[in-house]
């Protein structure tokens, strides 16, 4: 089972300030890492899949890179709705697919 | 628009099985793998299960082994999960998801996501 890391556990971050989340990988995903951000009861939202492409929708303010084990989301210029938990999916080996442990982005 | 509505969510004692259900519109349902997903209270988010269009392959985490049975209905547009034999730790809100593309390594991208169905298991 290929285990995800995410960190920081939390970042605290003013408005129009950028962030950075980090996942790491237990062994290679190539390029075939998901970005997910999730807020209280709402459906969750697809952010980046394969490493670094945005999904419909997505501002450019949220980036990411990264292939193997160590990859990057970052978000430039946080913007009020962009207060939320961040998580990384990797579906290069599957079953199981996995979730890093995400990332709590807030206010500071 | 994708829309993904669960339903079938409540309260169960240990031992107990209950049955979710997610109805999709706004896309051809059987062209598409489906998965449930969920989120424990102050934990983070684990796959349950997935079930492809077209062959009807299904897959689980090993937590799911054995206790739960994906299925659908593709005339319905009918995502269910037959969850038996539940623990404390099955507590969670149960998502159902539509990968990104109808093909290989998108059907596991979860693009599409319900709105979740809670499952608590208490005596």
């Known amino acids: 089972e290929i285990v995800m890391t995410q960190s920081p556990d939390t970042l605290s971050v003013s408005p129009g300030e950028g962030a950075t989340l980090s996942c790491r990988a237990s062994q290679s995903v190539s390029t075939s890492l998901a970005w997910y951000q999730v807020k209280p009861g709402q459906a969750p939202r697809l952010l980046i899949y394969a490493a670094s492409t945005r999904a419909l929708g997505v501002p450019a303010r949220i980036s990411a890179s990264g292939s193997g084990t160590d990859f990057t989301l970052t978000i430039s210029s946080l913007q009020s709705e962009d207060f939320a938990l961040y998580y990384c999916q990797q579906y290069s080996d599957w079953p199981p697919l996995t979730f890093g442990g995400g990332t709590k982005v807030e206010i500071k | 628009e994708v829309n993904l509505l669960e339903s079938g969510g409540g309260l169960v004692q240990p031992g107990g099985s209950l049955r979710l259900s997610c109805v999709a519109s706004?896309?051809?349902?059987?062209?598409?793998?489906m998965s449930w997903v969920r989120q424990a209270p102050g934990k983070g988010l684990e796959w349950v299960s997935t079930?492809?269009?077209?062959?009807?392959?299904?897959y689980y985490a090993d937590s799911a082994k054995g206790r739960f049975s994906i299925s659908r209905d593709n005339f319905k547009n009918t995502l269910f999960l037959q969850m038996d034999s539940l623990r404390a730790e099955d507590t969670a809100v149960y998502y159902c998801?539509?990968?990104?593309?109808?093909?290989?390594?998108?059907?596991?991208?979860?693009?599409?996501w319900g709105h979740g169905t809670r499952l608590t298991v208490s005596a």
């Open positions: 998801a539509k990968g990104l593309e109808g093909y290989g390594s998108g059907g596991i991208i979860f693009g599409h």
């Open positions: 706004g896309f051809t349902f059987r062209n598409y793998a």
């Open positions: 079930m492809t269009g077209t062959s009807g392959s299904t």
